[in-house]
T-cell receptor, first 111, second 110 residues
Framework: DAGVIQSPRHEVTEMGQEVTLRCKPI?????LFWYRQTMMRGLELLIY????????DSGMPEDRFSAKMPNASFSTLKIQPSEPRDSAVYFC?????????FGSGTRLTVV | GQQVMQIPQYQHVQEGEDFTTYCNSS?????IQWYKQRPGGHPVFLIQ?????EVKKQKRLTFQFGEAKKNSSLHITATQTTDVGTYFC??????????FGAGTTVTVRA
């Protein structure tokens, strides 16, 4: 198994631009999570899905953030418009009855 | 909401020494998990503890879950340079999501 696959690995964008982060979970995992990691705030849960359905999006910072999971093998996190304070590492993780498997993350820099 | 506090934030250890990192929750947990993140890497699942008072070992790592299921600890013996990284505890209560502690970042002096 290739694990959780995220793309891109690095993204540099200008303030105001739309950013889309992508995630392919492990096949058979029924939970998918989006986390954001910064030095100041640590690991923050943004949203999670169960069987492709969003369960809890209370961690999404504001309306500029949206996430979708159109099928069991793909999810996106979109930021529109992006701001410098969105700069962080964004992790996707998937799970089935136990520990989470994290992807390698997307390092987002908004200038 | 649920909060998971972890101490110390930083641990500087001489190679060969032991150390312990502690995790405390404001609420009773259904289970607790531990993760390790190497510098520049992503969190990697180490272990899950479910039962009150549970103790599990992985080679030089010993994990404990408190009797009240509100605290946990990770003890590493004979620290090696490969132990460098940040260790996170993460607690789960009633729903499926995990609340991560701030982590203990470990550096090792050779």
């Amino acid at each position: 198994d290739a694990g959780v696959i995220q793309s891109p690995r690095h993204e540099v964008t200008e303030m105001g631009q739309e950013v889309t982060l992508r995630c392919k979970p492990i096949s058979g995992h029924d939970y998918l999570f989006w986390y954001r990691q910064t030095m100041m705030r640590g690991l923050e849960l943004l949203i999670y899905f169960n069987n492709n359905v969003p369960i809890d999006d209370s961690g999404m910072p504001e309306d500029r953030f949206s996430a979708k999971m159109p099928n069991a093998s793909f999810s996106t996190l979109k930021i529109q418009p992006s701001e410098p304070r969105d700069s962080a590492v964004y992790f996707c993780a998937s799970s089935y009855m136990g520990g989470y498997t994290f992807g390698s993350g997307t390092r987002l820099t908004v200038v | 909401g649920q909060q998971v506090m972890q101490i110390p934030q930083y641990q500087h250890v001489q190679e060969g020494e032991d150390f312990t990192t502690y995790c405390n929750s404001s609420t009773t947990l259904s289970n607790i998990q531990w993760y390790k993140q190497r510098p520049g890497g992503h969190p990697v699942f180490l272990i899950q503890l479910v039962k009150s008072g549970e103790v599990k070992k992985q080679k030089r790592l010993t994990f404990q879950f408190g009797e009240a299921k509100k605290n946990s600890s990770l003890h590493i013996t004979a620290t090696q340079t490969t132990d460098v990284g940040t260790y996170f505890c993460a607690g789960r209560s009633n729903d499926y999501k995990l609340s991560f502690g701030a982590g203990t970042t470990v550096t090792v002096r050779a």
